[in-house]
Every structure is written in structure tokens, then in C-alpha cells.
């Protein structure tokens, strides 16, 4: 293995793709920069178990490397990442016949995000004073997966539209029409639910 | 949220340890390249075909023989269920739903709007059809197939099963001068089996008796009656076979004028008659038969009060 200089922080993603092919040793960079980013949104996806994770996180990695040339650098490797760890988590539970239930864990900041944003049509006011951050996440866990999933990577993973549709190849259009559409669904269910209690 | 955290400090070293291991390498630039085309590759053939399907498609579709539907079943319903192609109709759409999903599953298909891609594969798809209609594949793959599958029916057997048909008052084939058999007052017609069916031709207009005398292959509908005290066949209307070759859509347009100038007289004639069968829910035809007149045969008497041609054996299909 040759040795890396010093300045191998300051390359970018797609330059340090560049050299992973040349000399493998900087792929282990890559593997550093999105380790914990991956390890996160694949625990959201249903991967809760450390060994699992682990053994998800290298299947994705290795996935990538052996993929790295079919990167398309027009895209962020960002989102081409994300595609991949989407589709491996995705394989993971599909292997194991069932998503588990109770994955999604409750990230104040990011479920406050969400209810927070801009975006999203403000549920009734009681219900702004009142929400909870964990009743809020287990109502996501039983959005459709669909919806789900773009919800998480748009707030939970802080993906703009054209990424999100990089991630799961869908036209960026699409990807407006499911937020606004799981939103909807979700502020529905929430809205049910605060009719019943 | 901290658990999910933290960095697992050996994973790096376990990733590269496991890549020297293994002796994995990244799959190289020209698998990719090949994957790519090969998917525009398929979007292309499943275009072709799909237009290939739509030149047959519109080929059948054209050449239906919707002119004389009367002729040969009960009612356009019927005659489309019988008629339309089917097979086509659904190679079209699965070739149509096989390019777009070929085209999605480029590189950057997903990026495409959906309208650009459905646009795209079924635009082309049509397009190609169109061209290939022009050119006359339709009609040379749907008879090619005819000839070389025993399961598959072209237009032309189709039409030529549909037309042979005695029991119901129609036959394909070709006339002979009179004095070829011996007929009297008329012409004899071979069928496309060969066999020799007498015909008298006095229910026949003059361009229908050209048609005849060309020697060129018809399509012909007759009667039997005993008008004149005789019993006898008539021939009551013919039309061109035009399966034969391909058949250009000018020519088709010249003989379709031409056919509409000579059936016109009649077609008003023929419609009275049906709908008075039809009214009198009688069964089919008099004294149907599968068999020329060329032995003794009893013919059952037809109250006729329009002529031989008046009341006429028309329709059943098989």
C-alpha cells in the first residue's frame, strides 16, 4: 500500500473515487467519511442491531467499491451512496421476510424538523403544542414504506429533491409529489389520532 | 440516537482487509458501458418489434374486410371479435411496456419525465409501425409466419377461411370461360380447393362479369335457387382478392372506389334481405351445401319474390 499524503481530507468525494480506483487505500477515506452517516440511515431503515449494521455497512461498502465504475460523476457520490445503502438495507429486511417495527428511532431534532418545516401543511394548533417527538416517529413507522422512506431522507437525512431522487431513481417531480403526499398522509393520521384521545 | 453514533473504529480496516483478501477489484469501465447499451440495446429491438407488431397490427387492422361485414357475420360485434388481431394488439403492448421499461432502466432513465418516456418508446414504436405498414412488412411477416406455423393464422388464410366457405354462400377462386366445363348460361368457378362450381351470372352487373372474365381471383357470393323452374347456382356478387400481394394502400383506395361503385346497387338490395331474414329468424341459407352441383343433388325450393340473389345464404363464419 503507497503511502497517503496528509491532504487527503481536502479531496473531494469524487476525486477520492478517482484514486480508490488507482490505489486502494483511499477508499478507506471514503469509508471514513460515511460510515457513521450510512450506519444512521440504515438503523432508521430497519438495520438496529450493531453486528448487523456492521455486517450491512461493510456489504454496502464493498458493493461500492466494486460499483465504483459505474459512478456517474454528473451525480453527487453522495446520493449514489445513499442508493446503494437504501437498496442493501432494503435486501437486508426483505432477506429476513419482514421490516422490523419499532426501528425508527425517535430523533427529537430531526422529527421537530419535520413538523417544524416550512413545507409541511401546520397541523391544527393543539396539535403543534401538543406533539410528541416519540408518538410522532411511530406514527411515521406506519406510514406506507414509500412514504417513509422519502420522508426520512428528506428530513431525517437533510436530502434535497434532486438527491432524494438520485437515491431512489425516481423523477425529481415524483419525489415532490410523495413529500406533499406523505405529509398529508401523516398529518391525516395524526390528526385521527388526536380525535381519539 | 448516540449507539447509532458511534463509529466502529475497525470497520475501515475490516473493509480493506476484506478487499485484499478477497481480491476484490471494481468491475471495470467497459462492463458498465456494456450494461448501458445493452439496455438502450433492448429499448431499440423492443422498439422494433413493437413497431414491427404495429405494422402487422395495422396491416390485419386495414385489410379487415370491413366492406362486406355483412356478408360474413351477424353484426360488427361479432365480426370484430372475429376479425381484430388480437395476437398483435397485445405483442404491440407488451413490446410498448417492455421499452419503457428498458429506457427507466438506463443510467439516468429515472430522470426523464414520464411522458418523455412513454412519449418516447410509444412515438417510436408508432412511427417505425407506420414506416413499416408503408413498406409492407406487415403483410410479408404476417404471411411469412401463416406459411411457416401451423398455429398461426395470417390474414390471408384467415380471410381466404372466412371466404371459402359453400354452406354459407361464398367461395374464393377464379371463373372459366363457359365452354371450359359445359356450363350453360353462366361460367364455371374453381374454388381455391380446385372444384368446379356451374354458376349462372344473369344476377350479375357488367363490371362484376368483367371481374369475372379476367381470370383473376375473387371472392364470390352466391345463391341457390330454382327460379326458372331449374335448379341452379347464381352468382350474386363478386369482389377482388387482393391478399395475394401487398396490397398498396393507393391500390387499395383505387379498388375499394371501384368496388363501392359496383356493390352500391346492391348493397341497398342485400341490406333489405337481411334484415328480412333476420326479422324472420329463419336458419341459414337454402339447402346448404358443401358440394358442387356437379351430381344429382336435391335443392330445396326458395320462395324468392326478388330474384335468386334475393334471398341469400349470408353470414356464419365458419
Redesign the interface.
Known amino acids: 500500500m503507497t503511502v497517503i499524503d496528509g491532504n487527503i481530507a481536502s479531496l473531494s468525494d469524487n476525486e477520492l473515487v478517482a484514486r480508490s480506483l488507482e490505489e486502494r487505500a483511499f477508499f478507506g477515506e471514503l469509508v471514513d467519511r460515511y460510515q457513521a452517516k450510512l450506519g444512521r440511515y440504515i438503523a432508521r431503515l430497519g438495520v438496529q442491531d450493531p453486528d448487523d449494521r456492521d455486517d450491512v455497512l461493510q456489504d454496502i461498502f464493498i458493493k461500492v467499491y466494486k460499483n465504483l465504475n459505474s459512478f456517474d460523476q454528473s451525480l453527487s457520490f453522495s446520493s449514489w451512496i445513499y442508493r446503494i445503502a437504501h437498496n442493501e438495507a432494503v435486501s437486508w429486511y426483505r432477506r429476513r421476510k419482514a421490516r422490523p417495527e419499532g426501528y425508527l428511532v425517535a430523533d427529537s431534532e430531526a422529527v421537530l424538523a419535520l413538523v417544524s418545516d416550512d413545507d409541511l401543511d401546520r397541523p391544527e394548533e393543539r396539535f403543534d403544542r401538543d406533539i410528541d417527538a416519540a408518538l410522532l416517529a411511530r406514527e411515521l413507522e406506519k406510514l406506507d414504506d414509500k412514504y417513509r422512506d422519502i420522508l426520512l431522507l428528506r428530513y431525517f437525512e437533510h436530502l434535497e429533491y434532486e438527491q432524494i431522487s438520485d437515491v431512489l431513481k425516481i423523477p425529481v417531480g415524483t419525489v415532490g409529489t410523495l413529500v406533499h403526499r406523505a405529509k398529508k398522509q401523516l398529518k391525516k393520521n395524526l390528526e385521527n389520532l388526536a380525535i381519539k384521545t | 440516537?448516540s449507539?447509532?453514533?458511534d463509529?466502529?473504529p475497525d470497520?475501515?480496516?475490516?473493509?480493506?482487509a476484506?478487499?485484499?483478501r478477497e481480491g476484490?477489484?471494481?468491475?471495470?469501465?467497459l462492463?458498465?458501458l456494456t450494461?448501458e447499451y445493452s439496455l438502450w440495446g433492448a429499448w431499440g429491438l423492443t422498439v422494433l418489434f413493437g413497431a414491427l407488431s404495429l405494422a402487422v397490427l395495422s396491416f390485419s387492422s386495414v385489410y379487415m374486410g370491413y366492406a362486406l361485414y355483412e356478408a360474413t357475420h351477424e353484426n360488427f360485434l361479432t365480426f370484430l371479435v372475429d376479425s381484430l388481431p388480437f395476437l398483435w394488439l397485445v405483442a404491440a403492448s407488451f413490446m410498448i411496456l417492455a421499452s419503457f421499461f428498458n429506457i427507466r432502466h438506463t443510467?439516468?432513465g429515472?430522470?426523464?419525465?414520464?411522458i418523455l418516456v412513454v412519449g418516447s418508446s410509444l412515438g417510436f414504436s408508432i412511427l417505425g409501425g407506420a414506416v413499416l405498414h408503408y413498406l409492407g412488412a406487415g403483410y410479408y411477416l404476417d404471411r411469412f409466419l401463416g406459411e411457416m406455423s401451423d398455429t398461426y393464422q395470417s390474414r390471408l388464410e384467415f380471410e381466404a377461411r372466412l371466404w371459402q366457405a359453400p354452406k354459407y354462400g361464398r367461395l374464393v377462386g377464379h371463373a372459366a370461360p363457359p365452354d371450359a366445363v359445359g356450363a350453360i348460361n353462366g361460367f364455371v368457378f374453381y374454388d381455391i380447393d380446385e372444384r368446379p362450381w356451374p354458376m349462372a351470372d344473369s344476377e350479375l352487373g357488367e363490371r362484376e362479369s368483367e371481374l369475372l372474365r379476367s381470370g383473376r381471383k375473387v371472392k364470390l357470393l352466391f345463391a341457390t335457387s330454382t327460379v326458372g323452374g331449374e335448379e341452379a347456382f347464381y352468382a350474386c356478387g363478386v369482389f377482388p382478392w387482393m391478399l395475394d400481394e401487398v396490397p398498396a394502400i393507393a391500390k387499395y383506395k383505387e379498388s375499394r372506389a371501384e368496388f363501392i361503385n359496383r356493390v352500391e346497387e346492391r348493397r341497398e338490395r342485400f341490406a333489405t334481405v337481411i334484415n328480412n331474414m333476420k326479422s324472420k329468424e329463419r336458419p341459414l341459407g337454402p339447402s346448404p351445401t358443401d358440394m358442387p352441383i356437379t351430381s344429382t343433388m336435391a335443392i330445396e325450393a326458395v320462395p324468392i319474390d326478388s330474384g335468386p340473389c334475393g334471398v341469400l345464404p349470408l353470414y356464419g363464419s365458419r
Do not use: A, C, D
Open positions: 440516537m449507539e447509532m453514533t463509529r466502529r470497520i475501515k480496516e475490516t473493509i480493506l476484506r478487499l485484499e476484490i477489484t471494481p468491475r471495470s469501465r462492463y458498465w450494461h443510467k439516468n429515472y430522470k426523464y419525465p414520464v
